[in-house]
């Protein structure tokens, strides 16, 4: 009887309301985490990166089924997950905390519009597909960066970093290729690639080890790193990685360089 009274309740909320709800209490979430010890604290940041999983799922529900559309799943917890260990990096006044859980709040908003697209591209051709994949890829990068920023920040040994970095990119890589194409089933060619370019990350995070960088600047080179491989990947599966299209991402991956090193203090 309560399961037909939620489904019910459930049915009559829009999904726009389902993503007010949603941002809503994720960003709540947030706010109760600093009156929290911080022992639990990296235990209730797991918490509301699986309470990111559900809400979504309870959110995009009619859009779902048991095929590539999961991966519409994928991006919104990791995105939960790199806020959350960045939270530790801000200093503790409310002046630096609040704008932070704002822009959280207006991610995850935002992160609900692109999912519910993708999963009614799926079904059929829309209009918004396009600037939903544009969305997609800007937030697809800030989670790499602050993915990065987290691994980065833990100073672990070489063996810990690189393999993290590797895992961290692989699912973050799958998603958002799979956006290009956002068929219902997932193609081999997505799977390879998103294997290699997850290997090429973990070169460069091994790269990084022995250059003398900050946090953020290795966190940066790493993500123009993934604006390359992800941008020139994408660009491949939707058929139009023209010459033009290569010269500019390898143009700025090489800017990039040459500015990191000659900005880095190598004495």
């Not at 058929?239 to 360089?257: C, D, M, Q, S």
Request: with cysteine; charged share 10%; glycine share 8%.
């Amino acid at each position: 009887m309560t399961t037909k009274i939620f489904r019910k309740y459930t049915q009559m909320l829009s999904k726009r309301r389902k993503f007010v709800i949603t941002s809503l209490a994720l960003s709540l979430g947030f706010l109760g985490i600093n009156f929290i010890d911080n022992y639990y604290r990296f235990w209730v940041i797991g918490g509301l990166s699986i309470l990111t999983i559900l809400l979504f799922a309870w959110s995009l529900y009619e859009g779902l089924g048991i095929d590539a559309t999961l991966l519409t799943l994928v991006l919104a917890p990791i995105f939960t997950l790199g806020v959350g260990l960045f939270w530790f990096l801000l200093p503790t006044t409310i002046f630096a905390r609040i704008p932070i859980v704002v822009l959280y709040g207006v991610g995850v908003y935002a992160l609900c519009l692109t999912a519910n697209i993708y999963t009614i591209s799926a079904i059929r051709t829309i209009a918004l597909a396009r600037a939903a994949k544009g969305v997609g890829f800007v937030l697809t990068l800030l989670t790499f960066f602050l993915v990065f920023d987290a691994i980065l920040s833990l100073r672990s040994p070489i063996w810990i970093t690189v393999p993290l970095s590797v895992i961290g990119s692989f699912p973050l890589f799958l998603q958002g290729l799979w956006t290009s194409s956002l068929e219902k089933y997932l193609d081999r060619h997505i799977l390879v690639n998103a294997a290699f370019f997850s290997l090429g990350i973990g070169e460069i995070a091994l790269l990084l080890y022995f250059w003398p960088v900050t946090v953020v600047v290795g966190s940066l080179f790493l993500t123009i790193g993934v604006y390359m491989l992800l941008g020139l990947g994408q660009a491949n599966l939707e058929g139009r990685l023209f010459k033009a299209t290569i010269r500019e991402y390898l143009t700025i991956g090489i800017v990039v360089f040459i500015t990191m090193f000659f900005a880095t203090h190598w004495g």
